[in-house]
T-cell receptor, first 109, second 111 residues
Framework: DAKTTQPNSMESNEEEPVHLPCNHS???????IHWYRQLPSQGPEYVIH???SNVNNRMASLAIAEDRKSSTLILHRATLRDAAVYYC??????????FGPGTRLSVLP | EADIYQTPRYLVIGTGKKITLECSQTMGHDKMYWYQQDPGMELHLIHY???????EKGDLSSESTVSRIRTEHFPLTLESARPSHTSQYLCATSFSAGELFFGEGSRLTVL
């Protein structure tokens, strides 16, 4: 499976935008880019996914580089409830999901 | 939205016992997964299934086994539990749209 690289941790202030980067330089043409987050003591939850074009939903936006070798998850206004571990995952043909260490996001009041 | 049920939520058991962790879903999703996660650590895929009578091992070697006789059920079995099996086990499902839905997990402690 193609691998992703994320910073171990990031900090943000409440009500400010957060940009979480992910590098996936070995991505193949059939790999979808997924983002999940895991709040303390909970299972992961879906945030967003995309293939080539930027995507928006009620939780976040996903910006995908033109060469698809990197992507950025954008939380438009961080809240304390957004503090979690964020995982960037490549999924070949929407079939398999292998999680890495993720980025631990801290949100400061 | 998928409804995924994992039982038991918590289990404390002695070494050498056989255990089965149950995972059931009500949405008819074809794909099901088992992940193992130690506290504060990343998730590791240990088993997955793309449909009835289809099971595959994941990236992390595991002594557990799984079966998929019915679409709704994907039980995970440990024939002889050991302290090294102490962990949280998370079941997940997905369908063609690709979104993963997770259950609440089963936290296993082997003494």
């Amino acid at each position: 499976d193609a691998k992703t690289t994320q910073p171990n941790s990031m900090e943000s202030n409440e009500e400010e935008p957060v940009h979480l980067p992910c590098n996936h330089s070995t991505i193949s043409g059939t790999d979808y880019i997924h983002w999940y987050r895991q709040l303390p003591s909970q299972g992961p939850e879906y945030v967003i996914h995309g293939l080539t074009s930027n995507v928006n939903n009620r939780m976040a936006s996903l910006a995908i580089a033109e060469d698809r070798k990197s992507s950025t998850l954008i939380l438009h206004r961080a809240t304390l409830r957004d503090a979690a571990v964020y995982y960037c995952i490549l999924s070949p043909n929407l079939q398999n999901f292998v999680f890495g260490p993720g980025t631990r996001l801290s949100v400061l009041p | 939205e998928a409804d995924i049920y994992q039982t038991p939520r918590y289990l404390v058991i002695g070494t050498g016992k056989k255990i089965t962790l149950e995972c059931s879903q009500t949405m008819g999703h074809d794909k099901m997964y088992w992940y193992q996660q130690d506290p504060g650590m990343e998730l590791h895929l240990i088993h997955y299934s793309y449909g009835v009578n289809s099971t595959e091992k994941g990236d992390l070697s595991s002594e557990s086994t799984v079966s998929r006789i019915r679409t709704e059920h994907f039980p995970l079995t440990l024939e002889s539990a050991r302290p090294s099996h102490t962990s949280q086990y998370l079941c997940a499902t997905s369908f063609s749209a690709g979104e993963l839905f997770f259950g609440e997990g089963s936290r296993l402690t082997v003494l």
